[in-house]
Nanobody
Framework: QVQLVESGGGLVQAGGSLRLSCAAS????????MGWFRQAPGKEREFVAT????????HYADSVEGRFTVSIDNAKNTMYLEMNSLKPEDTGVYYC?????????????????WGQGTQVTVSS
């Protein structure tokens, strides 16, 4: 079993930056595929970014490409999402997820473990 806990969310003005963390416990995430998803009020959860455990393969949603960066620190068993040039449409609850299969998946059904989420609010 893997437990995931997100942190780092908050309120930021448009154009600002935030760094989200996803700390894994229960076992090492070595060999796991990891992902970030988000859900805005009244909308379905959507893919944001994903990475294989060694960072060899990463993918981003078109809406965040060039502004967000996903990384994994295996020594700390932690995944990060660096978010720059934030926009009001980036507002939502951000979830991290882990897959037992080391693939950079874009679909939520590919992930077995989920965190509880952290709120990100971008004001205009």
């Amino acid at each position: 079993q893997v437990q995931l806990v997100e942190s780092g969310g908050g309120l930021v003005q448009a154009g600002g930056s935030l760094r989200l963390s996803c700390a894994a416990s229960g076992r090492s995430i070595s060999g796991y595929g990891m992902g970030w998803f988000r859900q805005a009020p009244g909308k379905e959860r959507e893919f944001v970014a994903t990475s294989t455990w060694n960072g060899g393969s990463t993918h981003y949603a078109d809406s965040v490409e060039g502004r967000f960066t996903v990384s994994i620190d295996n020594a700390k068993n932690t995944m990060y999402l660096e978010m720059n040039s934030l926009k009001p449409e980036d507002t939502g609850v951000y979830y991290c997820a882990a897959s037992m299969y080391d693939v950079a998946g874009r679909s939520d059904w590919q992930y077995e473990y989920w965190g509880q989420g952290t709120q990100v609010t971008v004001s205009s």
